[in-house]
């Protein structure tokens, strides 16, 4: 996606990776934010969470991919032909 600022320097400021650790977890452990049902979370977690878990199970199934089959930065191993 592209950004008007440079997203690097979120990291610079603690509640932003603050944020970012619990949407991790979130995603990873399928808990919400706060105590309670989906129902009761606030409107923007529930926001956050509907945008940040499919974007981030994306990019870890991408990883894995990557890992797996050789990425763009990976070397490709190359078979020699049959003879």
Known sequence: MPFGFCPGKATWYPEPQKLFRLLVLASETGQPLYSGGLAEQPDWSVE????????????????????IFGGKDE????????K
């Open 75 to 82: 070397p490709k191993q190359v078979t020699p032909p049959k």
């Open 48 to 67: 956050m969470l509907a945008w940040f878990v499919p974007e981030y199970r994306d990019l870890q199934f991408i990883k894995r991919a990557s890992a």
